[in-house]
């Protein structure tokens, strides 16, 4: 009998540079809407820590299809994304309480 691919509930990984905490990723969700997220701070941006946390997210999370989000004039993070394989799959608005305003929000999947 084949056996599913093993699949987690929700998983948190912290993302760390000489010591130091940087940022930090997560997998959440029912497993039919399975999420990703991940989060660098600023002075760590482009040193590809963001691509490779993603990377070890997706090898841990089996469930496809794996979804994310992205603000859409982050384009930093949806390259992230696209390099790791995900895909666009539409847009919406939606308020962001770290901006304190309604934004543009790209959803991407991963099939």
């Given at each position: 009998?084949?056996?599913?691919?093993?699949?987690?509930?929700?998983?948190?990984?912290?993302?760390?540079?000489?010591?130091?905490?940087?940022?930090?990723?997560?997998?959440?969700?029912?497993?039919?809407?399975?999420?990703?997220?991940?989060?660098?701070?600023?002075?760590?941006?482009?040193?590809?820590?963001?691509?490779?946390a993603l990377a070890q997210l997706i090898k841990l999370e089996r469930t496809?299809?794996?979804?994310?989000?992205?603000?859409?004039?982050n384009a930093g993070s949806i390259r992230v994304l696209e390099k790791c394989?995900?895909?666009?799959?539409?847009?919406?608005?939606?308020?962001?309480?770290?901006?304190?305003?309604?934004?543009?929000?790209?959803?991407?999947?991963?099939?």
């Amino acid at each position: 009998m084949p056996t599913r691919p093993p699949t987690i509930r929700h998983a948190r990984c912290g993302c760390s540079t000489n010591g130091l905490v940087v940022g930090h990723g997560a997998i959440f969700g029912p497993r039919s809407e399975r999420e990703v997220t991940y989060v660098v701070g600023r002075p760590h941006w482009g040193q590809g820590i963001a691509s490779q946390a993603l990377a070890q997210l997706i090898k841990l999370e089996r469930t496809r299809p794996l979804h994310a989000d992205a603000a859409a004039d982050n384009a930093g993070s949806i390259r992230v994304l696209e390099k790791c394989g995900f895909m666009v799959t539409g847009l919406s608005r939606c308020f962001a309480r770290a901006r304190g305003q309604e934004i543009d929000l790209v959803h991407l999947t991963l099939s």
